[in-house]
């Protein structure tokens, strides 16, 4: 052991933090110099494995002669309750330096950001530094030489997935609209004949994520064998990213972004890229939907995210097709995973043809266009006549049950059970249908984490109304979550009637 070390003894706490933790006596944390946050290396005299540790400080749970240890550190030390400890005070991670650098807005280089996401990745930092890095990143943005640099080290780190088939093809929406275009293009791609491994996120601000979504009809939690065996065999497969750790700091650090909603665009761009190297993917569609209150509200900023993800996908070897959308209007009527599953179903199987299915029958064109399998300009036309065959239906058929679902149609999906009905409290037309307030609701009657919950519209933007018109749905698990949902709606629907006379002056 280098420097000044205590021998502590291991009291094992049933706790997991997500990260290695350690708690120390008061009088033990003063003898070894350390504040709440700092870090203590720890190691096993026996197998000399050493960890480092975020301190945290107790004044009775642990002794003087104890070291309490979190579940995460048990397991890497691979020690039992009693087992004696060597404990000193650790040096501050370097890449605390660099985050400093970071906060003052000045640029960071390829080794100093290879650091931090090391430090992410073993979980070095605390969660006020990796907080503090990416509200810096948020303020200050990347560069492209950054942008570049950060999507490179989460590849690194990454667990990748090595096809045998080609072309690999994918798509990603950078979200903030409801509908699940992924569970329509997936069948439609593959029905094709090209191979498309989604792996797609849950909802983080949404009523929905995709894999939210596709959990009500299967299971989407597949190891990366079974993802490679599925595509291979059937051409798709919608999976949750996240039960697949392919890049696992990409995972720790959506979960810093979290508390705060902060999604810093150069970081949407390395999160998306990197997750789409893991599989190999050599051409990309990105969906990059404009609209009032999404995470891009104007074409120019839509622009010039394009450009980025264009430029990067190229240093990385991809062919990235980026599609600026109208993301004004909702995309389709469901808000919530099983409302957003039904229509999307309800698509594959003929029954409806709106605004969601023209989206996703125009972003399975461009990658019809882009591979060869359409001429330029014929991709979307490719697109509805296969959904309109029945094979893109068939080919979702077959993704359920090959991911051991049993739900093959729409009218098998429940909702839940309690419902009210939000009318319109004059007459007028539908100028705007606020996304995000519906979002909101949805997510007050328990969406998406109720995959039963949600929201489902029953009247279009142009659509005329009288007082008493129903303008949606709202569905909940239980009366509580229902009457919240209400009173949330009731405070404003999301539903805006156009005027005539917009002021009155004089």
Not at 124 to 131: C, V
Not at 197 to 222: F, Q, Y
Request: hydrophobic share 40%; glycine share 8%.
């Amino acid at each position: 052991m280098d420097g000044y070390a205590l021998r502590l003894t291991a009291k094992i706490l049933p706790i997991r933090a997500g990260k290695p933790v350690a708690m120390v006596n008061a009088d033990t944390a003063r003898e070894l110099g350390v504040m709440p946050l700092d870090r203590i290396e720890i190691t096993n005299p026996e197998s000399k494995k050493r960890m480092i540790a975020i301190v945290d400080i107790a004044k009775k749970f642990v002794s003087s002669s104890e070291i309490g240890l979190f579940e995460e550190l048990c397991e890497e030390l691979k020690i039992d309750e009693k087992k004696v400890l060597y404990v000193r005070a650790a040096e501050r991670p370097q890449s605390v330096d660099y985050i400093k650098k970071k906060i003052l807005g000045i640029s960071l280089n390829e080794k100093e950001i290879k650091t931090i996401v090391d430090d992410i990745d073993q979980n070095r930092l605390s969660d006020i530094e990796a907080g503090a890095f990416i509200s810096a990143v948020y303020v200050h943005g990347y560069n492209m030489a950054e942008t570049i640099a950060m999507t490179k080290a989460m590849i690194e780190k990454s667990n990748c997935i090595k096809f045998e088939i080609s072309p690999i093809v994918d798509k990603h929406s950078i979200g903030g609209t409801n509908g699940r275009a992924t569970m329509i293009i997936v069948p439609i791609v593959a029905a094709a004949g090209l191979y498309i491994p989604k792996t797609s996120s849950r909802s983080i601000t949404s009523a929905a994520g995709t894999a939210d979504s596709m959990e009500v009809l299967a299971n989407v939690c597949l190891s990366a064998e079974e993802i490679k065996e599925i595509t291979e065999d059937i051409g798709g497969v919608i999976a949750w990213g996240g039960a697949l750790n392919l890049v696992p700091v990409d995972e720790k650090i959506i979960k810093i972004e979290y508390p705060l909603s902060l999604n810093p665009q150069g970081q949407i761009i390395a999160s998306v890229l990197a997750k789409k190297a893991t599989v190999g993917s050599q051409y990309v569609v990105i969906d990059i939907p404009i609209g009032q209150g999404l995470k891009i509200e104007n074409k120019a900023d839509a622009e010039i995210m394009a450009g980025k993800f264009i430029e990067v996908g190229k240093k990385l070897g991809m062919h990235i097709e980026a599609v600026l959308t109208d993301g004004n209007q909702p995309s389709g009527p469901a808000f919530g995973p099983a409302l957003e599953a039904r229509h999307a179903m309800q698509i594959l199987e003929g029954k409806c043809f709106d605004n969601l299915a023209q989206k996703s029958c125009e972003l399975a064109g461009v990658l019809f266009e882009v591979t060869g399998k359409a001429k330029q300009g014929k991709g979307t036309e490719l697109a509805k006549k296969i959904l309109e065959s029945g094979k893109a239906l068939k080919k979702m058929k077959q993704i359920i049950k090959a991911q051991h679902g049993s739900i093959l149609h729409s009218d098998e999906i429940e909702l839940a059970k309690y419902k009210a009905s939000i009318i319109s409290k004059k007459d007028g037309a539908i100028a705007r249908i606020d996304i995000r307030r519906l979002t909101s609701i949805a997510r007050f009657a328990g969406a998406p984490y109720d995959k039963k919950a949600g929201v489902l519209l029953c009247v279009s933007v142009g659509d005329r109304v009288k007082k008493g018109t129903k303008l949606y749905e709202i569905f909940a698990e239980n009366k509580g979550k229902l009457d919240a949902a209400i009173k949330e709606a009731m405070a404003n629907n999301g539903i805006e009637l156009g005027q005539i006379i917009l002021k009155k002056l004089g």
